[in-house]
């Protein structure tokens, strides 16, 4: 799975704001980073876990591995960790 941080946001209908009426992510699940807060990336090796500042954040392209908070953000999610090609 390949994700983008987008530091752009969403407007009031959801839709992703870019410059210039563009999309720069087509194709790529959206972490937004304005919507999301603070961001942690923690790698066990073998998962990525995604933690959030912003309790309510949510995706629904991560897998829920069902952990709780780490260094005070909220967890959203977990993706499968890989080596580079």
Known sequence: MTIALSPLGHDANGARRCRAG???????????????GDLLFKNNGSMVHLF??????????????????SEGLYYFG???ARGRP
């Open 22 to 36: 563009e999309d720069y992510y087509s194709g790529y699940n959206i972490v937004t980073q304005n919507s999301a």
């Open 52 to 69: 959030a500042g912003d309790s309510e954040y949510a995706v629904d392209f991560l897998e829920d591995e069902g952990l709780g908070h």
């Open 78 to 80: 977990s993706l499968t």
